[in-house]
């Protein structure tokens, strides 16, 4: 497993090996047995807010933004569960935002850049929560997913 992480804060250097254990647990609660690489940036809301703007055409900062290498590829399950090394894509996490949802749920920043890593991850492995029914298997399953320790 690899993680390309980068932080526009120092204070937040340590994420990296909280988002590989993370991952590790996302693909053994998944049955997934491929050896992903992952590119995860934590940057602040006016750069976030530029990708948000060129990409989705909302103009406005959001918290988390993620970019699937192998979205719509049919192949993809069979991949995920090989031996075989995947570019999975892109995670961008604002940590204004994160900071801001943190104080308003009160818990700890901690737990928000946690869940919006395994959000953006969980995207990145083609789930979504764009239908009613979509929602209903990615939300319990990030809550799953956090809950192991």
Do not use: W
């Not at 090989?82 to 940590?95: E, F, P, R």
């Not at 943190?102 to 959000?119: D, M, N, P, Q, T």
């Amino acid at each position: 497993m690899e993680i390309d992480f980068t932080s526009i804060d120092t204070n937040f250097s340590d994420y990296e090996e909280k988002f590989i254990k993370l991952t590790e647990i996302a693909l053994n609660h998944l049955k997934l047995t491929f050896n992903p690489i992952i590119s995860v940036s934590l940057i602040n809301n006016k750069q976030i807010h530029k990708i948000n703007k060129k990409y989705r055409q909302i103009d406005r900062p959001t918290d988390v933004i993620s970019f699937a290498f192998m979205d719509g590829d049919d192949s993809k399950e069979k991949v995920f569960h090989s031996t075989q090394t995947v570019c999975l894509g892109d995670i961008y996490i604002s940590i204004e935002k994160a900071d801001e949802q943190a104080k308003e749920y009160g818990h700890s920043i901690e737990r928000e850049l946690s869940f919006l890593y395994v959000h953006g991850l969980l995207h990145l492995l083609g789930y979504d929560h764009m239908k009613k029914e979509d929602e209903e298997i990615m939300f319990p399953l990030q809550e799953e997913i956090l809950s192991v320790r």
